[in-house]
């Protein structure tokens, strides 16, 4: 279980019955959600020719439902669009294989045309969409296609596309160079990626959603904020929150696009003014919960720029936003607003009189009530010592748009703004991942007291109270860490020998819980040397370990040491967190060839050791059987590692204890040189996606002659066992799987010699 994750809703009723940290939900939703909408930019002239190509797209989902349909849009367009062929893939991302692939039809046909400036929703797709499947688009243009209509991102963290040649329904096939096709786009400065004959993919779902808008010109276009806030809040609120982009580059909030003559299509690409478009690009198919306005760096210098007779003065400005939080309101929506941050034009000649307007403006931000909140991106982005310019390396060198840096640092702000999570908070939590993955040096009931503290900052809607309790929490850790001495795992490998094949560098956002030095290692929790142990547990946490090292491995393993097992804690690079699967594997069987090779010093059979893994875990011990039981090795896999004496062992378990946690149904799995031990499953059977892989895996283990147990709990979800250590009641019903997990045991182990 990913604690990060999964703790919404642990104080119990309904987040979004009550404001949830300045983010709610709309009491009479419909319930057709956008998973992903992106303004179609109309750039007035042909941008290029499709002809026998496949546009291949694929777009981040966070959405879980039972029906799917896409927004066909030709808008722009002078000639009809035909699309010959048009399907939708499930991809699930945490095994890259397509769960299911629908074909899109419109009135039943296949075949879609749109005439020009047309505009509709396919029709309905029922299929079972999980929020950790994305969506992969295929669209054949089998006839000659003018495009003047694109949807575009720069940072393309959230969504990338791109072309095929000739009919591919399937794989990958040979690319297109989008420049070729697209060549009016190659001609930006900054590389992005298009499609086309789409704007929105919807799904309807029964789950309680809130739908965050993003609404501006092209810092909110080019997405280098707006795919990190996106992809945190993802992360953060699994099937609960779903974020869309309104951006249109060059977009001004009070003016219409300029006509501009030396332009290729005179300048349409700037859009209708902020005020007329935002009813149709932010509230035509949805009503957002929160509403985020950037805009108004455009109405301050293109007037003078492109040489209009006019400009507009920051009273302006103010009026024509002030009408977009009305609009907001009346919809029935939250609004936040930010002021308009520096755009460091020193040199232009009108740079005084265009700062001027925004120093205006934003005064006039500053001093409204209207708007539900204020983000001051003016004051976070600028230099202290040159308020008329924007940070160093937070931009692409122009002075007005954020680059990946300082992309980041707005999803930062906004973050903390939405959910009011901030990441001086995140970074504490981070630091406190080595202490939640050794509660054997550190008191596990003050790590437990840190858990509980954790969950409650992030339930808390009072900021001051929030606060209060992260002081509290860093207090704890500190003290913790001055007051306790650590004794040194057990490291798996030796220093710069790691087995490697992931490129991994940076994680100054915190976005994992292990930074790339980290190093896998074990822990151990053993018998006293008076008691004859019945075996060997290596306990495997859900997620990327972090907390759930606390419940998951360190309660758990404590339980079983009462029923006779040495007992270990391994701490492995987590698989897709960001490590492979293959590399998560190769840490587990070099656990297990471990404690093999000492099996006379742990006073345990080397034929009696279990691996017990907890959802993503449970994928872990897969893999180490996959890649490394019989007589499999690491070099087989890992062609320049140098064997050592542990190599020698066998890597694959004697038994498993797989814990919410079976393979995802569908994934292909090759027995050919395994050794597949014998399988312990308990689930929950609220757990629905668990019970679904369930059913697919055990089928298989049994047709292949695999011995495999299988037990189910009423009215348990997804992950918490061994949470008595977290609230002191646990879970009775699911808590169960224990003892009967310790008699499949026995049992598998009983004709068992030395």
Same mark, same amino acid.
């Not at 104080?11 to 992106?38: D, T």
């Not at 060549?183 to 809130?210: K, M, R, S, W």
């Not at 646990?730 to 045991?745: C, E, K, Q, S, V």
């Given at each position: 279980?990913?604690?990060?994750?999964?703790?919404?809703?642990?104080?119990?009723?309904?987040?979004?019955?009550?404001?949830?940290?300045? $983010?709610?939900?709309?009491?009479?939703?419909?319930?057709?959600?956008?998973?992903?909408?992106?303004?179609?930019?109309?750039?007035?002239?042909?941008?290029?020719?499709?002809?026998?190509?496949?546009?291949?797209?694929?777009?981040?989902?966070?959405?879980?439902?039972?029906?799917?349909?896409?927004?066909?849009?030709?808008?722009?367009?002078?000639?009809?669009?035909?699309?010959?062929?048009?399907?939708?893939?499930?991809?699930?991302?945490?095994?890259?294989?397509?769960?299911?692939?629908?074909?899109?039809?419109?009135?039943?046909?296949?075949?879609?045309?749109?005439?020009?400036?047309?505009?509709?929703?396919?029709?309905?797709?029922?299929?079972?969409?999980?929020?950790?499947?994305?969506?992969?688009?295929?669209?054949?243009?089998?006839?000659?296609?003018?495009?003047?209509?694109?949807?575009?991102?720069?940072?393309?963290?959230?969504?990338?596309?791109?072309?095929?040649?000739?009919?591919?329904?399937?794989?990958?096939?040979?690319?297109?160079?989008?420049?070729?096709?697209?060549?009016?786009? /190659?001609?930006?400065?900054?590389?992005?990626?298009?499609?086309?004959?789409?704007?929105?993919?919807?799904?309807?779902?029964?789950?309680?959603?809130?739908?965050?808008?993003?609404?501006?010109?092209?810092?909110?276009?080019?997405?280098?904020?707006?795919?990190?806030?996106?992809?945190?809040?993802?992360?953060?609120?699994?099937?609960?929150?779903?974020?869309?982009?309104?951006?249109?580059?060059?977009?001004?909030?009070?003016?219409?696009?300029?006509?501009?003559?030396?332009?290729?299509?005179?300048?349409?690409?700037?859009?209708?003014?902020?005020?007329?478009?935002?009813?149709?690009?932010?509230?035509?198919?949805?009503?957002?919960?929160?509403?985020? $306005?950037?805009?108004?760096?455009?109405?301050?210098?293109?007037?003078?720029?492109?040489?209009?007779?006019?400009?507009?003065?920051?009273?302006?400005?103010?009026?024509?936003?002030?009408?977009?939080?009305?609009?907001?309101?009346?919809?029935?929506?939250?609004?936040?607003?930010?002021?308009?941050?520096?755009?460091?034009?020193?040199?232009?000649?009108?740079?005084?009189?265009?700062?001027?307007?925004?120093?205006?403006?934003?005064?006039?931000?500053?001093?409204?009530?209207?708007?539900?909140?204020?983000?001051?991106?003016?004051?976070?982005?600028?230099?202290?010592?040159?308020?008329?310019?924007?940070?160093?390396?937070?931009?692409?060198?122009?002075?007005?748009?954020?680059?990946?840096?300082?992309?980041?640092?707005?999803?930062?702000?906004?973050?903390?703004?939405?959910?009011?999570?901030?990441?001086?908070?995140?970074?504490?939590?981070?630091?406190?991942?080595?202490?939640?993955?050794?509660?054997?040096?550190?008191?596990?009931?003050?790590?437990?007291?840190?858990?509980?503290?954790?969950?409650?900052?992030?339930? $808390?809607?009072?900021?001051?109270?929030?606060?209060?309790?992260?002081?509290?929490?860093?207090?704890?850790?500190?003290?913790?860490?001055?007051?306790?001495?650590?004794?040194?795992?057990?490291?798996?490998?030796?220093?710069?020998?790691?087995?490697?094949?992931?490129?991994?560098?940076?994680?100054?956002?915190?976005?994992?819980?292990?930074?790339?030095?980290?190093?896998?290692?074990?822990?151990?929790?053993?018998?006293?040397?008076?008691?004859?142990?019945?075996?060997?547990?290596?306990?495997?946490?859900?997620?990327?370990?972090?907390?759930?090292?606390?419940?998951?491995?360190?309660?758990?393993?404590?339980?079983?040491?009462?029923?006779?097992?040495?007992?270990?804690?391994?701490?492995?690079?987590?698989?897709?967190?960001?490590?492979?699967?293959?590399?998560?594997?190769?840490?587990?069987?070099?656990?297990?060839?471990?404690?093999?090779?000492?099996?006379?010093?742990?006073?345990?059979?080397?034929?009696?050791?279990?691996?017990?893994?907890?959802?993503?875990?449970?994928?872990?011990?897969?893999?180490?059987?996959?890649?490394?039981?019989?007589?499999?090795?690491?070099?087989?896999?890992?062609?320049?590692?140098?064997?050592?004496?542990?190599?020698?062992?066998?890597?694959?378990?004697?038994?498993?204890?797989?814990?919410?946690?079976?393979?995802?149904?569908?994934?292909?799995?090759?027995?050919?040189?395994?050794?597949?031990?014998?399988?312990?499953?308990?689930?929950?059977?609220?757990?629905?996606?668990?019970?679904?892989?369930?059913?697919?895996?055990?089928?298989?283990?049994?047709?292949?002659?695999?011995?495999?147990?299988?037990?189910?709990?009423?009215?348990?979800?997804?992950?918490? /066992?061994?949470?008595?250590?977290?609230?002191?009641?646990?879970?009775?019903?699911?808590?169960?799987?224990?003892?009967?997990?310790?008699?499949?045991?026995?049992?598998?182990?009983?004709?068992?010699?030395?």
């Amino acid at each position: 279980m990913r604690v990060r994750e999964s703790m919404i809703g642990l104080s119990g009723g309904n987040i979004w019955s009550r404001p949830y940290n300045g $983010c709610w939900r709309n009491k009479e939703m419909e319930e057709w959600k956008l998973a992903w909408s992106y303004v179609p930019v109309t750039y007035g002239t042909e941008l290029g020719v499709l002809e026998n190509v496949t546009q291949k797209s694929v777009i981040r989902n966070n959405l879980a439902g039972d029906r799917v349909k896409l927004k066909f849009t030709n808008v722009g367009n002078e000639e009809a669009m035909v699309m010959e062929e048009v399907t939708i893939a499930g991809k699930n991302r945490l095994t890259n294989l397509t769960d299911w692939e629908q074909c899109v039809t419109l009135n039943g046909q296949k075949r879609i045309f749109l005439n020009p400036n047309e505009e509709f929703f396919s029709d309905e797709i029922k299929v079972h969409v999980r929020e950790l499947e994305d969506f992969e688009v295929r669209i054949y243009f089998k006839e000659k296609t003018s495009v003047k209509t694109v949807c575009v991102t720069w940072a393309a963290g959230t969504w990338q596309s791109g072309f095929l040649k000739g009919h591919v329904p399937k794989g990958d096939g040979e690319s297109c160079v989008s420049g070729d096709l697209l060549p009016l786009l /190659a001609g930006d400065i900054h590389q992005n990626q298009a499609l086309t004959g789409f704007c929105e993919v919807a799904v309807y779902t029964d789950a309680e959603v809130c739908t965050v808008a993003l609404f501006g010109d092209s810092i909110t276009h080019m997405s280098y904020y707006s795919d990190p806030l996106t992809l945190r809040l993802y992360r953060r609120l699994p099937g609960k929150i779903t974020v869309i982009n309104g951006g249109i580059g060059g977009n001004r909030l009070v003016k219409n696009a300029p006509f501009l003559a030396d332009m290729p299509g005179q300048g349409r690409l700037f859009g209708a003014a902020g005020v007329n478009r935002i009813e149709k690009d932010i509230f035509g198919d949805t009503v957002p919960d929160l509403v985020f $306005c950037m805009e108004g760096v455009n109405d301050c210098t293109h007037s003078f720029a492109f040489g209009e007779e006019s400009a507009p003065d920051g009273e302006m400005l103010w009026q024509g936003l002030s009408s977009v939080i009305d609009l907001a309101h009346a919809k029935g929506s939250k609004i936040y607003v930010s002021t308009v941050m520096p755009f460091g034009l020193a040199d232009a000649p009108w740079s005084e009189a265009a700062e001027k307007i925004r120093q205006d403006f934003n005064e006039r931000i500053r001093g409204q009530k209207k708007a539900d909140r204020l983000i001051d991106l003016d004051e976070a982005m600028r230099k202290p010592e040159d308020i008329h310019s924007m940070q160093d390396g937070m931009h692409f060198g122009d002075g007005v748009h954020p680059n990946e840096a300082g992309g980041r640092r707005i999803a930062e702000i906004l973050l903390m703004e939405i959910l009011d999570e901030s990441m001086d908070f995140l970074k504490e939590e981070h630091l406190a991942v080595p202490l939640f993955e050794n509660p054997v040096d550190y008191p596990p009931d003050r790590l437990s007291k840190m858990a509980r503290l954790a969950y409650a900052i992030r339930e $808390c809607g009072d900021r001051d109270r929030r606060e209060q309790m992260q002081k509290q929490f860093v207090e704890i850790r500190e003290e913790l860490i001055r007051s306790y001495e650590v004794k040194s795992p057990i490291y798996l490998w030796p220093d710069g020998k790691i087995p490697t094949c992931t490129k991994y560098s940076d994680n100054s956002d915190y976005r994992y819980m292990h930074d790339p030095d980290f190093r896998p290692y074990l822990l151990e929790m053993l018998l006293p040397e008076d008691e004859t142990p019945r075996g060997a547990i290596l306990a495997i946490a859900g997620g990327e370990h972090g907390m759930g090292t606390l419940n998951e491995g360190y309660q758990v393993m404590r339980e079983f040491n009462e029923r006779g097992y040495q007992c270990f804690l391994l701490n492995s690079r987590p698989n897709h967190g960001p490590w492979s699967g293959i590399e998560c594997g190769a840490d587990t069987a070099r656990a297990v060839r471990y404690v093999r090779a000492h099996a006379d010093r742990y006073r345990i059979r080397p034929n009696q050791i279990i691996l017990a893994g907890f959802s993503n875990g449970g994928i872990a011990i897969e893999k180490c059987i996959e890649y490394f039981s019989g007589s499999q090795k690491v070099e087989d896999w890992f062609h320049e590692y140098e064997p050592d004496e542990l190599d020698a062992w066998p890597g694959g378990p004697d038994l498993q204890l797989c814990i919410y946690g079976p393979r995802h149904k569908g994934t292909k799995f090759d027995y050919t040189n395994t050794v597949y031990p014998p399988t312990f499953f308990a689930v929950g059977r609220r757990d629905t996606v668990a019970i679904e892989n369930l059913h697919a895996v055990y089928f298989d283990l049994v047709q292949r002659g695999i011995p495999a147990e299988i037990h189910t709990f009423s009215g348990h979800p997804h992950g918490y /066992a061994g949470w008595k250590i977290v609230d002191g009641i646990g879970h009775p019903n699911f808590d169960l799987w224990i003892p009967l997990a310790d008699h499949f045991i026995q049992n598998a182990f009983e004709p068992v010699q030395p």
